[in-house]
């Protein structure tokens, strides 16, 4: 079995909520799908998901940010993003650490979700400009459908990747045999 380890990005509210009533898009949407992915007949893939709550817990305050952006470029597969109307300047430098390390590396591959984002909203414009895969969403079981989705399709990708390596790996070595 692979994992395919991915970064959760969105501001706090976002992801983790305000309130009991309003707990976020980590709790509502991205753990049930995440579980309905791992827990399907025949798995070959384990997913796990790593936001700045899962990332930080023992880090000294002020060097969060390094921690993230490290993951992202060391270890995420993939990258998803929520934004709601506005995109903060820190997630705005977490995307474009995740596009700087897919041109550089080929991963992550990035993915943005938006609600709440108008035709001439800034966002677009930001999102446009980096050539970012994005995606509007309605509601949370329209966001998990488009979530569960993209993750099989860069599961799907990451696998022929592999792929390709191992066979680019054997044909040097037997050209150099």
């Not at 799908?33 to 930080?56: G, P």
């Not at 993915?111 to 949370?140: A, M, T």
């Not at 044909?171 to 045999?177: E, F, G, I, K, P």
Request: net charge positive.
């Amino acid at each position: 079995m692979r994992t395919i380890k991915f970064f959760l990005g969105g501001g706090v509210k976002l992801l983790h909520g305000e309130t009991e009533s309003l707990k976020g898009y980590r709790n509502d949407v991205i753990d049930p799908v995440v579980s309905q992915l791992n827990s399907r007949e025949y798995v070959k893939h384990l997913y796990v998901a790593k936001d700045f709550t899962d990332l930080t817990r023992n880090v000294v305050p002020g060097e969060q940010q390094e921690v993230y952006n490290n993951y992202i470029v060391r270890s995420a597969q993939v990258a998803l993003f929520i934004v709601d109307g506005e995109i903060g300047n820190i997630t705005k430098r977490e995307i474009d650490t995740a596009v700087v390390s897919t041109k550089k590396s080929h991963h992550p591959i990035v993915f943005v979700y938006g609600k709440s984002i108008k035709e001439n909203d800034e966002i677009l414009d930001y999102l446009n400009q980096k050539g970012i895969y994005y995606q509007h969403f309605y509601d949370n079981r329209d966001l998990a459908a488009k979530i569960k989705a993209d993750l099989e399709t860069a599961t799907r990708s990451i696998d022929r990747q592999r792929i390709i390596r191992l066979c680019l790996s054997v044909l040097l070595s037997v050209l150099l045999y």
